[in-house]
């Protein structure tokens, strides 16, 4: 059982009016869909011409050859675990379109259901959202796993198995003392991870021969962000605010595109909701009690 957080929560909502709350929400999806239009638009960005391109890659894995010339931020180069191929070995039975077709929906399906507290978020991020989704990455599904994660910590094996670095997010339950939820976490990802194992242990040694060689080569400053990301959580944690857990994640990554603040669709998912109107019955109530 989480402790009681002996922090006050301040909550910005009880600083701004209605009418300035709204100002900024605007304001932000404006800028939102100013910037997308500017990428696509008058930059030309290519992503729309290329559908499905980072999920082709996991598509289209071969166990035989699997980190063969991958190196961090190389072209179509996979670099997460065993694990996460031996399931895509599968999945990449699919016919390519149909697969594209498939995982572009899921992706986009899952954008929406984070986006649920506050749909207008999906404006305000429209360009990396949009990138990550038509691209076919895994950001809106690090974000999704982080959410459920609070629910069930067993969905951390996803960030744990692919990315590695967003894992810093467990030290959520570090810090609250929430062993059980940790021990889950650790565990499901130990119990994937073992039977990946048996099926390909030379695999294993080559995943982790590239993370060790290679998993710090352009990594943007990988350690001062590994560092602020940990802060963040543990203020987060400390504070009781939840959505620091996916923006910390995302300040993790190995490398941060465009594409990855998508992940930001987890705070939004974690966050407080947005203020609204009360209903009518609702406002009778307040009225005699306050009479």
């Known amino acids: 059982m989480a402790r009681a957080t002996p922090y006050p929560s301040i909550d ?17 999806v404006i800028a939102g869909l100013i910037v997308a239009a500017w990428m696509y638009v008058v930059l030309q960005d290519p992503t729309w011409r290329h559908p499905g391109a ?67 978020a999906l404006l305000v991020l429209a360009l990396p959202v949009s990138q990550d989704v038509l ?14 994660g609070f629910r069930w910590s067993g969905a951390w094996a996803l960030p744990l198995l692919t990315k590695v670095t967003p894992g810093v997010g467990l030290l959520w339950f570090l810090v609250r003392r929430e062993w059980r939820a940790l021990a889950i976490a650790l565990v499901v990802t130990g119990t994937i991870a073992a039977v990946s194992f048996a099926l390909a242990p030379g695999l294993w040694s080559d995943w982790i021969a590239l993370l060790r060689n290679d998993g710090g080569n352009g990594g943007q400053l990988l350690v001062p962000r590994l560092v602020a990301a940990a ?23 190995p490398l941060v595109w465009m594409d990855s603040f998508a992940m930001l669709l987890g705070c939004v998912a974690l966050g407080p909701r947005p203020a609204r109107a009360p209903t009518a019955t609702e406002a009778v109530a307040l009225a005699a009690e306050a009479s």
């Open 231 to 253: 802060l963040i959580v543990v203020w987060g944690a400390a504070t009781d605010r939840k959505w620091a857990v996916p923006l910390a994640a995302m300040l993790a990554l």
């Open 12 to 28: 910005m909502n009880e600083r701004l009016t209605s009418s300035q709350r709204r100002a900024i929400r605007h304001g932000a």
């Open 135 to 148: 691209i076919g990455n895994i950001h809106v599904l690090l974000a999704a796993a982080i959410v459920l």
């Open 54 to 120: 980072d999920g082709l890659v996991y598509w289209g894995v071969n166990l035989d050859h699997l980190y063969e010339g991958s190196t961090v931020g190389g072209v179509n180069a996979y670099l997460y675990s065993p694990a996460f191929a031996q399931v895509f070995a599968v999945i990449g039975r699919l016919p390519r379109e149909v697969f594209v077709v498939c995982w572009t929906v899921f992706l986009a399906a899952v954008a929406v259901w984070l986006a649920r507290p506050w749909p207008p």
